[in-house]
């Protein structure tokens, strides 16, 4: 096993015994799955570089010189080849896309292995091992000690070169394995994973590698922050040529969030029927169905036959969101009704669309909420509604896949509710995390070092001292862990209007805050009892916590509901922080009261 | 579309590669520029006015250097650096940036206790909500917002304009000052040259340039634009320093009254220019340090995560950028925690950070100029003759200055 980075800089040393050089890259051929090393760049005398064929010239290799198989006047040079890449030129410390696990990546090092006398590369370094051995082997040597102290292994991560993609790189005229996954290969959904991580100028090349096709596809798989920046980025003819294969709905999206003139250009290099239905889709609100869904519906009439409607379909309707419902309207293409593609299939081809129609048809509204009509499609589980203005014409429809959008959307509002993170999709747990380990700690550093320098104020004695901070940590705990009840149910309850009245909560509230004071009145007296402490300040500490605890209590149900107010949306701070606030006004209390006790009591 | 919003849309358009520059350039002036500025003013009066002007230009060049390897190759600095030389240089390179940025944070939140305890918060307050302020605008804000705020802060700078035209200084005595070199031929007059070079010229401000034109997508063909935003911006920062300099030389000067620290000046300004002039002082450093604040942590670890790989920025949450946000989260409370621990001499944090920032700036300029002439990398954008005269000269100056400055230090002189 060789790694590059030990290799760079070893000498190559002749038949003869005489070093002519220094090791300064080595290439590959790019054909197989573990390329083999086909050439040996060095620096001769005053930085010369010379490349040797590894196969004529290279008798054998190891950790401290390659040797060749002929003396300096033996040897015949060599140059590049296009479709060899160079290991330390092309990607030690280049970021590469890892097209298996999906992630941008820097390489710190190449591993390479010897099998019978031909060295093949087996894959890029990634992890945090690679970069220890770079700065030193000794280093990397010591770290996988204490790792095995710890029984624990220090893992390699390797990259194998068919999953590598390079972005400095153009490897089209380079010939690769059959199993060679190149970025733009792969499902539009992980190219846009990848693209999201990519900075622009290393989007813009990946873009160069997608047909039009495949952008279209990447681009509506983009999370909606980078749509609007990545088409912006792109020339205006390829962006207008690529809206104009994306679904329209989508299209007009990404036009709304552009700058003026940028989408006036746009709309004006695409072709009329596509711009003129863009820009009805833009007159739509933002979050009604109006501007979520297609214009692209396929209509028929009462009249037609079903052989009729199927040549329709074929004829006409081929790059539609969906064809399994067809509609049914009157010749000012006011709705009339619904046949799906079964009723169709189980009919006879003569049998007229209206004797198999169902009048009795789910429609939304042009400026109902997106939200209504995305649960109207889940309740009864519709691929497609249609949507219809108020004289109940047929101006649209919203598919299946709009609707899952819409709904992601709206859990992560509730989400964004409970946690004040606005892009909080798919971060249940990130910032679940986040709220409670590393914020808390901090708030715990910063809060232990305050109470610190307040106790030493005016604690009476030591005793004294170590019964109020033994509670510290009860009473935030307490204060937090109630405060996130009180807000919890109040996300639960959602609607404004179902929220239970102020004094109602407030009253419940206060008795479990009641009890749970009592409670940890009973625990506070217990052990300090039980611990020997001074009687003043046992007392002082046993009324001091429940008092703080029952302050958060209240100030727990009062805040967020009169923040919360009537739209809910508006709210958007951190569940997290709010508690930590509220443990921070406990805190305060049981100081204060502590303070003021130990005062009357007299220390 | 509404013409209100299209208008907006154009404008904004328009300003799309206004921003890196001046944010780069204005966190500059941060809570240990203030107070060097305010020193150097009370103790010389105007004598070092025409050092700001002759820095000026030395400033622009090394920022417009910056901003043009971003824009040409849409990389940070600190990803230049490892991909042109390799992992043990480009190590170095950021341990000393981090050392550099966590000091110079500490500084930031000293400052912000300082302008708070003028206002009367005590900074056991003032500090830890300033740094959960901070952390929130940092990770709840996508990058835009973040910029709109940071904009919006590094106008208070005018603050410091206004607090100027209030000493209601000798004004024909200034614009003489700035054209008519002077020099006191003392070791403290030398020391203090070296420090305002030093916090003019911080290391960080290249990181944070360039950073912020890769980020913003901004090409080398929209370079010409985006350079005038770096330009204005460092030419801005300066005369914001200029007139720091101006109020505390016609105010604490004459009445010979030496200063260490911002606050010292903020409160000596008071008997004799006004109560004004002290908030208006105030408002400035606390803008100046929240801006930094904000700033630095998140300019190390964007530098950082690039160089050795890992995910970052603003779009990216803690399971996918875990070094990222954990590098900005534990430096921005680590360093108000510092500021917290009684007893903490905050002008030494400072000094050690004015220390670390001074050896780190002849390496990253070298590197700088290494890369910027590498044709490998720039293509046709490498510098020319008379820029790497003008670029090599500055950088000679800014390691004889730090050399003199460590000695100095070294030595206990000055």
Same mark, same amino acid.
């Given at each position: 096993?060789?790694?590059?980075?030990?290799?760079?800089?070893?000498?190559?040393?002749? %038949?003869?015994?005489?070093?002519?050089?220094?090791?300064?890259?080595?290439?590959?051929?790019?054909?197989?799955?573990?390329?083999?090393?086909?050439?040996?760049?060095?620096?001769?005398?005053?930085?010369?570089?010379?490349?040797?064929?590894?196969?004529?010239?290279?008798?054998?290799?190891?950790?401290?010189?390659?040797?060749?198989?002929?003396?300096?006047?033996?040897?015949?040079?060599?140059?590049?080849? $296009?479709?060899?890449?160079?290991?330390?030129?092309?990607?030690?410390?280049?970021?590469?896309?890892?097209?298996?696990?999906?992630?941008?990546?820097?390489?710190n090092d190449l591993k390479l292995s010897e099998s019978r006398n031909q060295l093949r590369l087996l894959g890029a370094e990634v992890g945090a091992r690679s970069v220890l051995r770079a700065l030193s082997p000794r280093l990397e040597r010591f770290a996988s000690r204490v790792a095995r102290f710890f029984h624990a292994e220090l893992p390699e991560t390797v990259i194998a070169w068919n999953y590598m993609d390079l972005l400095e790189r153009d490897l089209s005229s380079v010939r690769l394995s059959v199993t060679h996954k190149r970025l733009h290969e792969l499902h539009p959904a992980d190219v846009a994973d990848v693209l999201e991580q990519l900075s622009p100028s290393q989007r813009a090349k990946v873009f160069e590698h997608l047909d039009n096709a495949q952008a279209a596809d990447a681009i509506s798989e983009l999370e909606d922050a980078f749509q609007a920046d990545v088409i912006d980025d792109l020339g205006s003819e390829r962006a207008s040529d690529i809206l104009e294969m994306m679904d329209p709905d989508d299209a007009a999206d990404?036009?709304?969030?552009? $700058?003026?003139?940028?989408?006036?250009?746009?709309?004006?290099?695409?072709?009329?029927?596509?711009?003129?239905?863009?820009?009805?889709?833009?007159?739509?609100?933002?979050?009604?169905?109006?501007?979520?869904?297609?214009?692209?519906?396929?209509?028929?009439?009462?009249?037609?036959?079903?052989?009729?409607?199927?040549?329709?379909?074929?004829?006409?309707?081929?790059?539609?969101?969906?064809?399994?419902?067809?509609?049914?309207?009157?010749?000012?293409?006011s709705l009339v009704g619904v046949v799906s593609l079964r009723d169709l299939v189980m009919s006879e081809p003569e049998t007229t669309v209206r004797d198999i129609v169902h009048r009795d048809v789910f429609t939304a509204g042009v400026d109902d909420d997106q939200e209504d009509v995305a649960e109207l499609m889940s309740k009864y589980d519709l691929l497609a509604v249609p949507v219809v203005d108020e004289t109940g014409k047929l101006l649209g429809i919203v598919t299946v896949d709009d609707a899952l959008d819409v709904l992601e959307e709206e859990s992560a509002e509730d989400l964004a509710l409970a946690t004040g993170a606005d892009r909080a999709l798919d971060t249940t747990d990130a910032w679940g995390w986040l709220g409670r380990t590393s914020g808390w700690l901090t708030i715990w550093g910063v809060t232990g070092v305050c109470v610190a320098l307040l106790l030493g104020r005016f604690a009476p004695t030591l005793?004294?001292?170590?019964?109020?901070?033994?509670?510290?940590?009860?009473?935030?705990?307490?204060?937090?862990?109630?405060?996130?009840?009180?807000?919890?149910?109040?996300?639960?309850?959602?609607?404004?209007?179902?929220?239970?009245?102020?004094?109602?909560?407030?009253?419940?509230?206060?008795?479990?805050?009641?009890?749970?004071?009592?409670?940890?009145?009973?625990?506070?007296?217990?052990?300090?009892?039980?611990?020997?402490?001074?009687?003043?300040?046992?007392?002082?500490?046993?009324?001091?916590?429940?008092?703080?605890?029952?302050?958060?209590?209240?100030?727990?149900?009062?805040?967020?509901?009169?923040?919360?107010?009537?739209?809910?949306?508006?709210?958007?701070?951190?569940?997290?922080?709010?508690?930590?606030?509220?443990?921070?006004?406990?805190? %305060?209390?049981?100081?204060?009261?502590?303070?003021?006790?130990?005062?009357?009591?007299? %220390? | 579309?509404?013409?209100?919003?299209?208008?907006?849309?154009?404008?904004?358009?328009?300003?799309?590669?206004?921003?890196?520059?001046?944010?780069?350039?204005?966190?500059?002036?941060?809570?240990?520029?203030?107070?060097?500025?305010?020193?150097?003013?009370?103790?010389?009066?105007?004598?070092?006015?025409?050092?700001?002007?002759?820095?000026?230009?030395?400033?622009?060049?090394?920022?417009?250097?910056?901003?043009?390897?971003?824009?040409?190759?849409?990389?940070?600095?600190?990803?230049?650096?490892?991909?042109?030389?390799?992992?043990?240089?480009?190590?170095?390179?950021?341990?000393?940036?981090?050392?550099?940025?966590?000091?110079?944070?500490?500084?930031?939140?000293?400052?912000?206790?300082?302008?708070?305890?003028?206002?009367?918060?005590?900074?056991?307050?003032?500090?830890?909500?300033?740094?959960?302020v901070v952390w929130l605008l940092v990770v709840r804000g996508s990058y835009r917002n973040v910029e709109k705020v940071l904009l919006g802060l590094s106008s208070v700078f005018i603050a410091y304009v206004i607090s100027a035209f209030m000493a209601k200084p000798d004004w024909l005595a200034v614009s003489r000052a700035i054209v008519v070199p002077s020099v006191v031929p003392t070791s403290g007059f030398i020391a203090m040259a070296i420090g305002l070079t030093g916090t003019t010229i911080a290391p960080w401000m290249q990181f944070l340039v360039q950073s912020n034109i890769v980020d913003k997508g901004t090409t080398i063909k929209e370079w010409r634009v985006a350079r005038l935003d770096v330009m204005v911006g460092a030419l801005a920062a300066n005369l914001v320093a200029m007139f720091i300099i101006i109020t505390t030389g016609a105010v604490l000067h004459p009445a010979g009254i030496m200063v260490t620290s911002a606050k010292e000046a903020a409160n000596a300004l008071a008997p004799l220019a006004g109560h004004y002039a002290t908030l208006l002082f105030a408002i400035g450093l606390l803008a100046a340090s929240v801006l930094s604040?904000?700033?630095?942590?998140?300019?190390?670890?964007?530098?950082?995560?690039?160089?050795?790989?890992?995910?970052?920025?603003?779009?990216?949450?803690?399971?996918?950028?875990?070094?990222?946000?954990?590098?900005?989260?534990?430096?921005?409370?680590?360093?108000?925690?510092?500021?917290?621990?009684?007893?903490?001499?905050?002008?030494?944090?400072?000094?050690?950070?004015?220390?670390?920032?001074?050896?780190?700036?002849?390496?990253?300029?070298?590197?700088?100029?290494?890369?910027?002439?590498?044709?490998?990398?720039?293509?046709?954008?490498?510098?020319?003759?008379?820029?790497?005269?003008?670029?090599?000269?500055?950088?000679?100056?800014?390691?004889?200055?730090?050399?003199?400055?460590?000695?100095?230090?070294?030595?206990?002189?000055?």
């Open positions: 096993m060789y790694y590059l980075t030990q290799l760079l800089g070893k000498p190559v040393v002749d %038949a003869a015994g005489q070093t002519i050089g220094t090791i300064s890259d080595i290439a590959i051929s790019t054909g197989e799955v573990f390329p083999r090393v086909t050439s040996l760049a060095f620096l001769g005398p005053d930085k010369t570089p010379f490349m040797l064929s590894w196969r004529k010239f290279v008798d054998s290799v190891d950790e401290e010189r390659v040797t060749l198989n002929t003396d300096r006047a033996g040897l015949r040079f060599s140059y590049i080849q $296009p479709d060899e890449v160079l290991l330390h030129r092309d990607l030690l410390n280049k970021q590469i896309v890892d097209t298996q696990g999906m992630k941008v990546v820097r390489v990404i036009i709304g969030d552009l $700058p003026y003139d940028k989408a006036e250009a746009l709309l004006r290099l695409m072709g009329v029927d596509q711009s003129s239905t863009i820009r009805r889709l833009l007159g739509y609100k933002e979050k009604t169905a109006g501007g979520i869904m297609t214009p692209e519906v396929t209509t028929v009439t009462e009249e037609m036959t079903v052989q009729q409607v199927i040549e329709l379909l074929r004829r006409e309707a081929a790059d539609n969101e969906t064809i399994y419902y067809i509609y049914v309207v009157e010749d000012d293409s005793r004294g001292l170590f019964a109020i901070v033994l509670f510290v940590p009860l009473v935030m705990r307490l204060a937090e862990e109630v405060s996130a009840h009180s807000l919890g149910m109040l996300i639960e309850a959602g609607d404004p209007a179902e929220r239970p009245p102020l004094h109602r909560r407030l009253l419940v509230d206060l008795l479990v805050g009641l009890g749970i004071a009592a409670v940890s009145s009973l625990i506070v007296f217990g052990t300090l009892e039980a611990l020997g402490e001074p009687r003043k300040a046992v007392l002082v500490v046993t009324a001091a916590v429940p008092v703080s605890v029952l302050a958060a209590t209240i100030a727990g149900t009062l805040v967020p509901y009169i923040a919360l107010g009537k739209d809910e949306t508006s709210w958007r701070v951190p569940s997290s922080l709010l508690s930590a606030g509220f443990a921070l006004l406990a805190l %305060a209390v049981y100081l204060g009261m502590a303070a003021y006790l130990t005062g009357v009591l007299g %220390a | 579309m509404q013409p209100s919003t299209s208008r907006r849309n154009r404008i904004l358009a328009t300003l799309a590669v206004i921003g890196p520059g001046i944010i780069a350039a204005s966190a500059g002036n941060d809570s240990g520029g203030i107070s060097t500025y305010s020193a150097a003013g009370a103790r010389y009066g105007y004598k070092m006015l025409w050092m700001m002007v002759v820095m000026t230009p030395a400033f622009m060049i090394i920022q417009e250097m910056a901003g043009r390897m971003g824009a040409v190759t849409g990389k940070g600095f600190s990803a230049l650096i490892r991909e042109r030389f390799g992992v043990r240089p480009t190590f170095l390179a950021m341990l000393l940036l981090l050392a550099s940025n966590a000091a110079c944070t500490v500084a930031e939140f000293a400052g912000v206790a300082a302008a708070m305890e003028l206002f009367g918060v005590a900074r056991y307050l003032s500090v830890p909500i300033a740094a959960a604040a904000a700033v630095l942590p998140l300019t190390a670890s964007y530098a950082i995560c690039e160089a050795f790989g890992w995910e970052s920025g603003l779009d990216r949450d803690w399971s996918e950028a875990p070094v990222f946000n954990g590098l900005y989260t534990v430096i921005i409370f680590g360093a108000a925690a510092v500021i917290l621990i009684p007893g903490v001499n905050l002008i030494s944090i400072m000094l050690v950070s004015q220390v670390v920032n001074g050896m780190m700036l002849p390496f990253l300029l070298i590197f700088m100029m290494l890369i910027i002439n590498d044709r490998a990398i720039m293509g046709a954008h490498v510098n020319g003759p008379v820029h790497n005269i003008l670029a090599w000269g500055t950088i000679v100056v800014a390691i004889a200055l730090t050399v003199l400055l460590l000695g100095m230090t070294v030595l206990g002189v000055g």
